[in-house]
């Protein structure tokens, strides 16, 4: 298999935001189950 | 590798959409480069981590400008960004659990090329089975 498909045209970044508690409560959550 | 302050030079606002000066000065985030082998002091691409004690949360990455548009240098950069993200994640014993935030455009990339699901809204997460799938392609034995 080969490296992932990345499009020329297409520029990937990532900015991520602090996540709220709940959110981080329900992730951890989502977690525990896979 | 880890971003030193010898990358100074090579991290102003200039050259970069985001402000890697102050990451770099956030401690409870560490900021690695991707280079080549044969141009090991030319910085390709960067991310910042932190480390959440129970996952990897992937805070900034960029890659260089001469990375990005229709003529850029080299693809990949992200994902070997991403793939190393997914190796701190294992070393740390956290399964390989990366979280982060997508653009809203790029969602569907992302759950196409890293294999990542949405949670809530922009925030997604990359699962350990779609993680290892990143660290076979990207770093060999």
New interface residues.
């Given amino acids: 298999m080969g490296p992932i498909r990345e499009l020329r045209n297409i520029d990937f970044t990532v900015k991520s935001e602090p996540w709220t508690e709940q959110e981080l409560v329900d992730f951890r959550i989502l977690m525990a189950t896979i | 590798m880890q971003v030193t302050d010898r990358d100074k030079s090579q991290l102003k606002k200039s050259l970069w ?2 402000n890697w000066i102050k990451e770099l000065n956030d401690k409870s985030k560490c900021v690695c480069r991707l280079t080549t082998v044969n141009k090991p002091t030319i910085i390709q691409g960067l991310i910042s981590i932190e480390d959440l004690n ?2 990897i ?7 260089a400008k001469f990375n ?5 240098m080299y ?2 950069v ?2 070997n960004l991403v793939a190393y993200a997914r190796m701190v994640s294992v070393d740390q014993g956290y399964d390989g ?1 990366l ?5 809203t455009e ?1 969602i569907k ?2 759950e196409d ?2 294999g990542a699901t949405d ?2 809204g922009l ?1 997604m ?1 990359i ?2 089975v779609a993680a290892s ?2 660290i ?3 770093f060999k034995s």
Avoid: V
């Avoid at chain 2, 990005?68 to 850029?72: L, Q, R, Y």
């Avoid at chain 2, 979280?99 to 653009?103: I, L, N, R, V, W």
């Fill in positions: 959409q985001f129970d996952r949360f992937m805070h900034l990455i960029e890659s990005n548009g229709k003529n850029k693809l990949g992200f994902g659990f979280a982060f935030d997508a653009k790029l990339h992302y090329s890293l949670f809530r925030k997460f699962k350990p799938k990143l076979s392609q990207y």
